[in-house]
Antibody, heavy 117, light 112 residues
Framework: QIQLVQSGPELKKPGESVKISCKAS????????MNWVKQAPGNGLKWMGW????????TYADDFKQRFVFSLETSASTAYLQINNLNIEDTATYFC??????????WGQGASVTVSS | DVVMTQTPVSLPVSLGGQASISCRSS???????????LHWYLQKPGQSPQLLIY???NRFSGVPDRFSGSGSGTDFTLKISRVEPEDLGDYYC?????????FGSGTKLEIK
C-alpha cells in the first residue's frame, strides 16, 4: 500500500536549521510530485509548495521562498524539507503529501518541529 | 491568491444526523482543461488529513457513501449523512486549480 513515512520530532533553537525526511513506498516515486504542507499549532493547513520528482525542480509558495529548500534522494524514494535560520513562527507540523494530478491523495504522518530558546 | 471561505467554523451534530459544510472560492475553480480541482479532507484528532472527495464529487477509495460532494464554479458543499463517531474532526476544502494551492480555514464537526 502507498505510504509516506516522515522523520521524527525535532526541537531546535532559533537560528538553527532542520531537515525533515519523507520516505515513499508502495508506488513509483518519480511518477508523482511531492507537496509540503504546514500546520501551525491549533491552526489550519497551508501549502508550502511542491517538488517535481522527475526533474528535482521545486516550486515554492511566496511565504516559503526565502529559508525553505525542497530536495530529493530519488534512489531512496525520499523527499526532504530543509528550513534554515529557524524562528519561533516555524514551530509547526509539516506534512509531505503525494500530488496525484492536483489531488493530495496520500499524506505522511507529519513531522513536528518546535523552535524554542 | 484564491481565498477559500469555509462555513461554518463549528458544526454540532447529533449522531445519526446530517451535516453540511460550505466552501466558497473567490474565483472560479474551473480549470482551462475543464476540470474543477476542489477536494475535501478530514483530519481526525491527532492524525494527518485524509482525502474524502476529489474533484468536487468523486469519493476516494474506501470512503463511505454517506459522504457526498457537490457544487460548481465558486460554490461547493460537502454533505455527511447518518453521522457516526468516526466522522468527528476537522474538515478542510482545498483548491488546486490555481497557484498557489489554498485550503479553507476548516470546520470542526462535533457532537451536539
Amino acid at each position: 500500500q502507498i505510504q509516506l513515512v516522515q522523520s521524527g520530532p525535532e526541537l531546535k533553537k532559533p537560528g538553527e536549521s532542520v531537515k525533515i525526511s519523507c520516505k515513499a513506498s508502495g508506488y513509483t516515486f518519480t511518477d508523482y510530485a511531492m507537496n509540503w504542507v504546514k500546520q501551525a499549532p491549533g491552526n489550519g493547513l497551508k501549502w508550502m509548495g511542491w517538488i517535481n520528482t522527475q526533474t528535482g525542480k521545486p516550486t515554492y509558495a511566496d511565504d516559503f521562498k526565502q529559508r525553505f529548500v525542497f530536495s530529493l534522494e530519488t534512489s531512496a524514494s525520499t523527499a526532504y524539507l530543509q528550513i534554515n535560520n529557524l524562528n519561533i513562527e516555524d514551530t509547526a507540523t509539516y506534512f509531505c503529501t503525494r500530488n496525484n494530478h492536483g489531488v493530495m491523495d496520500a499524506w505522511g504522518q507529519g513531522a513536528s518541529v518546535t523552535v524554542s530558546s | 491568491d484564491v481565498v477559500m471561505t469555509q462555513t461554518p467554523v463549528s458544526l454540532p451534530v447529533s449522531l445519526g444526523g446530517q451535516a453540511s459544510i460550505s466552501c466558497r472560492s473567490s474565483q472560479s475553480l474551473v480549470h482551462s482543461n475543464g476540470n474543477t480541482y476542489l477536494h475535501w479532507y478530514l483530519q481526525k484528532p491527532g492524525q494527518s488529513p485524509q482525502l474524502l472527495i476529489y474533484r468536487v464529487s468523486n469519493r476516494f477509495s474506501g470512503v463511505p457513501d454517506r459522504f457526498s460532494g457537490s457544487g460548481s464554479g465558486t460554490d461547493f458543499t460537502l454533505k455527511i449523512s447518518r453521522v457516526e463517531p468516526e466522522d468527528l474532526g476537522d474538515y478542510y476544502c482545498l483548491q488546486s486549480t490555481h497557484f498557489p494551492l489554498t485550503f479553507g480555514s476548516g470546520t470542526k464537526l462535533e457532537i451536539k
